[in-house]
């Protein structure tokens, strides 16, 4: 059992960053930083030019960092904090809609998966183990 954490712990880690980086590269690249600050213009969002940017910067730089295991308990934090701000300040307003009630249970999902991460750390396979940061 053992054998399934080493390999399992890094696949998580794999899977849970992946969504951030995705999100932070299509604001970025694909709608840019005026289109993403259009939409969340139109979703309500506080300062729409400053708050894009906050939003690539946590998701593409988080997700980097809890892909590769650098202060990965603290960054998964942040990411647990974040999901829950956006699930309850975007998709929840919008809940009577399914779409929207869906994307707001899988932030709550997603907070709760790095919460295990801040709670057990990166595992074996990350910078923080390689540096001493995190202990076995």
């Not at 289109?35 to 030019?49: L, M, R, S």
């Not at 929840?92 to 057990?120: C, E, Q, R, W």
Request: proline content about 4%.
């Amino acid at each position: 059992m053992d054998n399934l954490k080493t390999y399992a712990v890094p696949l998580g880690r794999l899977l849970l960053s992946s969504l951030f980086i995705y999100a932070g590269l299509t604001k970025l690249f694909v709608f840019g930083p005026e289109g993403t600050a259009q939409f969340f213009a139109k979703a309500g969002a506080p300062i729409p030019e400053l708050s894009n940017w906050i939003a690539i910067i946590v998701e593409l730089i988080g997700g980097i960092m809890i892909l590769i295991g650098l202060q990965t308990r603290w960054v998964a934090l942040v990411l647990a904090i974040w999901c829950l701000v956006t699930g309850f300040g975007f998709h929840l307003p919008g809940s009577a809609m399914m779409h929207d009630m869906n994307h707001f249970y899988k932030n709550l999902t997603i907070a709760g998966g790095l919460l295990y991460v801040f709670a057990f750390g990166a595992g074996i396979w990350s910078i923080d183990r390689a540096t001493g940061m995190e202990k076995a």
